[in-house]
C-alpha cells in the first residue's frame, strides 16, 4: 500500500528552494563587476599631474627616456646594454624637433662609418681659399677636388669675390658637390641690404632684398615673409643650401655697430620678424643661421678689429637680446652662431662668448634650448687672433659646447690642436661625435645627406 504524500510539505520544500535560489543569485550579482558606462565627461588628473611650477632640467644634451626627478623610484625594467659602445653619443632627445626620426637614423649610419679624421673635419666650415690655398677661388677644379678627399670639412663659405655671375657660381657649386664624400653645407652671407653677396650682384640674376632695418620700419610681417622667400629662392636656384642670416641682434640705436643689419630697437618687433623671417628661409628650403648671440647690438666696437666688451648683465640679456634667438629657435632655427663678444657681468672674464661655456653651453643649449649645431663667428676675427693660435681657439670652442669653428686662420692648425687635443685626453671622443652627429642630422634633415 503506497503512502499518500502531504502537499503542505511539499509546497514549502519547493518555496525553500525557490527561496534559496533567490539568495545565491543575489549574493552572485554583487561580486560580478559592473557594466562599465556609456560615456565619460570629466577626469579629475589634478591629484596626479598638479604643478607648483618648478621644472627639473636634464643636464645638456642627456636623452629624456629614463631622466627621473630627484627621489623618484624608476621602473622595474632591464636596462638597455649600452656597455659595447660607451662613447656611442646619445640617442636624439623626444623635445629635439628639429630632427626626423629618418635624419637621424641617417647621420647615425653615417656617424658610424666615418673615420677620426673625417670626424675633426667636419667640425669646421672654411672659405674655398683656406682649402685650397689658391689666392682667390672662383672655380671648383682638381685642386678642390684633392683638398676635399684629403680635408673632408663639414661646410663652405662663398664671399662676394668668389661669385662673378650665376653660370660661373651654379658650376663651382655643382663642381664641389660633386668631389665630396660627405655633402657639405654650401652658404654664403645673404642678409639683405648691405651684406648681400648674391643679390647686390647684378649678374647673379638673384633679386636684393631691402635691409632689415627698412623691412622693421614697415612692420610688416607679409613683406619680411616675401623678403625670406626670396633671398631662399635666389641661393636655392643658384645650388646654395644655407644662408647665414637672419640677424637676430636688437639694435642699441645710432651708435650700435649692427646698423642697418637689424631689424630695430625694440626686441619685441624684432623678435616677431626674426621668427616669421626664419621660418620663411626654412620654407624655401636653405638652413638658416640666426647670428649673433648673445647679441651683437649694443655693441660698439667691430670684434673684427679687437676685443669688443658688452657691459650687460644675464637679466638684461634675458630680457631684450634674447627674444629675437629665442623666436628663432621656435620657428625651427637649425643653426646658431656665437660672436667673439667679451661679457664679463656674465662670464666673469673678458673670453669670448663663443668659448665660454657659460655662453654657449648654460646659456644657448641649456637656458634657450638649442638642440641645433653652434657655430662661431669667424675665427679670422682680431679678437680671437690676438690671443689665442688656432688650435687653442678651435680646442676652446669645441670644450664649451660649439659644433663648428667658421674660417680658423690656419686650418691645418687647427685640425691638429684638435686631433692633439683629443689623444691627450682634452677632448673625448663622445663630445666629437656629439658636434658631428648633430652637423649630419641637419644635413639629413634638408636632404644634403642622401
Not at 127 to 137: F, H, I, Q, R
Not at 367 to 389: C, E, N, P
Not at 402 to 427: C, E, H, R, S, Y
Request: charged fraction near 20%.
Amino acid at each position: 500500500m503506497r503512502r499518500r504524500k502531504n502537499p503542505v510539505l511539499t509546497l514549502l520544500i519547493v518555496l525553500f528552494c525557490l527561496a534559496l535560489l533567490a539568495l545565491a543569485g543575489y549574493m552572485l550579482v554583487q561580486v560580478l563587476p559592473q557594466k562599465a558606462p556609456q560615456e565619460v565627461t570629466t577626469i579629475e588628473t589634478n591629484s596626479v599631474f598638479e604643478s607648483d611650477g618648478q621644472t627639473v632640467e636634464p643636464d645638456r644634451e642627456q636623452a629624456y627616456e629614463g631622466e627621473l626627478p630627484s627621489g623618484a623610484e624608476p621602473a622595474s625594467e632591464p636596462e638597455p646594454d649600452t656597455s659595447s659602445d660607451p662613447d656611442a653619443p646619445e640617442e636624439a632627445s623626444s623635445e629635439n624637433t628639429l630632427i626626423s626620426a629618418d635624419a637621424d637614423k641617417r647621420a647615425r649610419e653615417v656617424l658610424s662609418s666615418m673615420t677620426e679624421d673625417e670626424k675633426i673635419w667636419q667640425l669646421f666650415y672654411v672659405t674655398p681659399e683656406l682649402l685650397t690655398g689658391v689666392e682667390t677661388a672662383t672655380r671648383a677644379g682638381d685642386s678642390t677636388k684633392a683638398a676635399l678627399e684629403a680635408m673632408p670639412v663639414g661646410g663652405i663659405i662663398y664671399f662676394a669675390k668668389n661669385l662673378e655671375d650665376r653660370a660661373q657660381t651654379v658650376e663651382m657649386l655643382d663642381n664641389t658637390k660633386s668631389y665630396a664624400k660627405i655633402p657639405l653645407f654650401l652658404g654664403t652671407d645673404e642678409e639683405g641690404g648691405t651684406v648681400s653677396r648674391v643679390g647686390a650682384n647684378a649678374a647673379m640674376g638673384a633679386v636684393k632684398s631691402p635691409s632689415l632695418q627698412s623691412l622693421g620700419e614697415q612692420a610688416d610681417p607679409a613683406a619680411v615673409y616675401q623678403a625670406g622667400q626670396d633671398i631662399a629662392g635666389s641661393l636655392h636656384a643658384i645650388g646654395f643650401n644655407m644662408d647665414f642670416a637672419p640677424v637676430a641682434d636688437v639694435s642699441a640705436g645710432a651708435s650700435s655697430v649692427i646698423g642697418s643689419r637689424s631689424f630695430g630697437t625694440d626686441a619685441q618687433l624684432c623678435a616677431s620678424l626674426v621668427g616669421v623671417m626664419t621660418g620663411s628661409i626654412r620654407a624655401g628650403e636653405i638652413i638658416p643661421c640666426l647670428k649673433h648671440f648673445p647679441g651683437y647690438g649694443s655693441a660698439v666696437t667691430d670684434d673684427h678689429y679687437g676685443t669688443s666688451i658688452l657691459e650687460k648683465t644675464e637679466e638684461e640679456l634675458e630680457s631684450c637680446d634674447f627674444l629675437p634667438f629665442a623666436a628663432g629657435i621656435e620657428a625651427g632655427a637649425p643653426f646658431v652662431m656665437v660672436s667673439h663678444l667679451s661679457v664679463p657681468e656674465v662670464v666673469g672674464d673678458e673670453t669670448p662668448s663663443d668659448l665660454s661655456s657659460k655662453i654657449v653651453s648654460d646659456l644657448l643649449r641649456n637656458k634657450l634650448g638649442f638642440t641645433g649645431v653652434i657655430i662661431t663667428d669667424s675665427h679670422q676675427m682680431a679678437s680671437i687672433t690676438d690671443h689665442y693660435t688656432p688650435g687653442e681657439a678651435a680646442v676652446k670652442a669645441l670644450q664649451a659646447g660649439v659644433d663648428m669653428i667658421l674660417m680658423p686662420q690656419d686650418l691645418q692648425a687647427a685640425f691638429d690642436g684638435v686631433k692633439a687635443a683629443l689623444n691627450d685626453g682634452t677632448l673625448t671622443q663622445s663630445r666629437i661625435d656629439e658636434s658631428v652627429l648633430r652637423i649630419l642630422q641637419v644635413k639629413a634633415e634638408y636632404n644634403i645627406l642622401r
